[in-house]
Nanobody, 117 residues
């Protein structure tokens, strides 16, 4: 069982920045595809950014040019750097790991990001 623990959320003004971190347990982190999802009240969960085991990133159109996903396999950690934050970015951000060879998914508990003046 893989445990994912997010950190770095908080309250930030529009135009500000935050960096989220997601630390994973276990020794297989490097083979997981990792992603950040978000869920706002009354809305469906949506994929924000993903990074493959080889380090290839992908982004939702709504965050391209503002968010950057990265991973440090030595630290079993994936990051989401969020710049130029907007009120519509307000949501719970949830870390996801996909062990594709065995078809298993793992989810973190989420961290709240609130963008407000």
């Amino acid at each position: 069982q893989v445990q994912l623990v997010e950190s770095g959320g908080g309250l930030v003004q529009p135009g500000g920045s935050l960096r989220l971190s997601c630390a994973a347990s276990g020794r297989m982190f490097s083979i997981y595809a990792m992603g950040w999802y978000r869920q706002a009240p009354g809305k469906q969960r949506e994929l924000v950014a993903a990074i493959s085991s080889s380090g290839r990133p992908d982004y939702a159109d709504s965050v391209k040019g503002r968010f950057t996903i990265s991973r440090d396999n030595a630290k079993n950690t994936v990051y989401l750097q969020m710049n130029s934050l907007k009120p519509e970015d307000t949501a719970v951000y949830i870390c996801h790991a996909a062990d594709l060879p065995v078809g298993r998914d793992y989810w973190g508990q989420g961290t709240q990001v609130t963008v407000s003046s």
